[in-house]
């Protein structure tokens, strides 16, 4: 079944986030950040007492949890852990959560369930156009450089009014392009067929004008605008 599925890659502090939700609603699509699903996960993996390295159980924590989108909200177990997962504690787990092929691969059936639920659907992370849907209509990797992406961590940070160092910021960015890029499984690249978009002399306005423009260059499957 062709789906009218934007996909949206890049590493941390790109702009996916805010670039896709916006866009996500210019086109009255839906809006999934896989980031939040990994980021719940690994939330109740910690929550649970187990150890985050032993990927049996970490599946087993995974396969059983019940994760709900609604309205920008994110609810795990129907909870609403949509502060809690932005946590540095979450932060620094995710990775080696993430990197779990049978993490993985519960989480690919769930993203693809949602895809077939939504009339369109925009859908940002680190292998959707390269794994979850390689056969995407649109696909785009953000990338920034990452100085750029370290600025504005530190102050989305600041606005949480956790004040870090600009230095610390930028290795903790570095350090997660290592981990998400050198993995096995998945890991972050740009798809060959990805429109690539440096966001970093860009504002988000601008980053969202360059996608729907070639969104509507290239128009839905059975959708009417
Ligand atoms: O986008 P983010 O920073 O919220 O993502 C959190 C982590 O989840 C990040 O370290 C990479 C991982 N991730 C992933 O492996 N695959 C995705 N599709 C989305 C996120």
Do not use: C
């Not at 950040?33 to 990994?38: E, V």
């Not at 795990?76 to 787990?93: F, P």
């Amino acid at each position: 079944m062709m789906r009218n599925v934007v996909a949206i890659d890049g590493p941390a502090g790109s702009g996916k986030s805010t670039v896709s939700r916006i866009a996500a609603e210019r086109l009255g699509f839906t809006y999934l950040d896989t980031g939040a699903m990994y980021r719940a996960l690994t939330l109740r993996a910690i929550k649970s007492g187990i150890s985050l390295e032993d990927e049996k159980r970490v599946e087993q924590v995974v396969a059983s949890a019940n994760l709900e989108f609604e309205n920008g909200f994110v609810l795990l177990d129907g909870t609403d852990v949509t502060k809690e997962i932005r946590s540095n504690q979450v932060t620094r787990h995710v990775p080696t959560v993430a990197a779990y092929p049978s993490v993985r691969a519960v989480m690919l059936v769930k993203q693809r369930l949602l895809a077939d639920n939504s009339a369109g659907i925009v859908m940002e992370g680190r292998d959707i156009g390269t794994v979850v849907f390689p056969d995407a209509r649109w696909k785009f990797y953000l990338d920034a450089k990452p100085e750029v992406r370290a600025k504005r961590r530190q102050k989305e940070l600041e606005l949480q009014g956790k004040e870090r160092e600009f230095g610390a910021v930028l290795e903790d960015i570095l350090k997660r392009d290592k981990e998400d890029s050198e993995r096995q499984t998945a890991p972050l690249r740009r798809a060959s067929d990805a429109i690539l978009i440096d966001t970093s002399e860009l504002s988000i306005n601008e980053t969202v004008e360059k996608i729907i423009t070639e969104i509507e260059s290239k128009k839905p499957y059975a959708v009417s605008w």
